[in-house]
């Protein structure tokens, strides 16, 4: 109702398509994470799920560290994969987890990038869009397989160029003030 003219203004609703996201929130936990940009993470972390939950998102809080020391059942080293929040999980019950920071050695992008990928997949309805979220402070530094001359940032980037051919976006955000984007940019993430 418009007072100045006395009219009557109809608005048409906007219908909006059935929006369904299956995400993984994928936070380095490597030794350069420690202390004050673990914290940060762990925050930025329950802020996504906070919005992750708005959203009605099915989604997953994981860290990711490496290690060059993966033994002999492990040629490329060991990336391990932490979750903090399951898919199942309620926010509620896994806050304290998701908030809590974390640090251990290297962070080999590439493996636990290609981890979440992998997991968007499989979690969640079939026919949503898939996002990997990244929370890091720069440079993938870790154990990369032989096909990548053994370069973390090389491994990173060839899963990245193959993620362009998937349903799926890879994101990065940087934290402290450090900026993924040359690793993660170059494939249009």
């Not at 936990?29 to 940009?37: L, N």
């Not at 997991?119 to 990244?134: C, I, N, S, W, Y």
Request: net charge positive; proline share 4%.
């Amino acid at each position: 109702f418009n007072r100045k003219s006395q009219q009557t203004s109809w608005i048409k609703p906007k219908i909006y398509e059935d929006f369904k996201l299956r995400c993984v929130i994928l936070i380095d936990a490597s030794g350069s994470m420690s202390g004050r940009r673990a914290r940060q993470a762990a925050k930025a972390a329950v802020a996504l799920s906070e919005a992750m939950e708005a959203v009605g998102a099915d989604y997953e809080v994981v860290d990711f560290n490496s290690d060059y020391n993966g033994g002999r059942s492990h040629r490329d080293g060991a990336t391990l994969i932490r979750v903090r929040k399951g898919a199942r999980a309620s926010l509620s019950s896994a806050r304290a987890a998701i908030r809590t920071p974390y640090a251990g050695s290297q962070n080999a992008d590439g493996h636990a990038v290609r981890w979440a990928i992998n997991r968007t997949d499989a979690m969640g309805e079939r026919g949503a869009h898939r996002l990997v979220f990244v929370i890091s402070d720069g440079q993938p530094a870790g154990p990369a397989p032989q096909a990548y001359e053994r370069s973390a940032s090389r491994h990173l980037h060839g899963v990245l160029k193959e993620a362009q051919s998937e349903d799926v976006t890879v994101f990065s955000v940087g934290i402290a003030g450090m900026d993924p984007a040359e690793y993660y940019s170059p494939y249009g993430h």
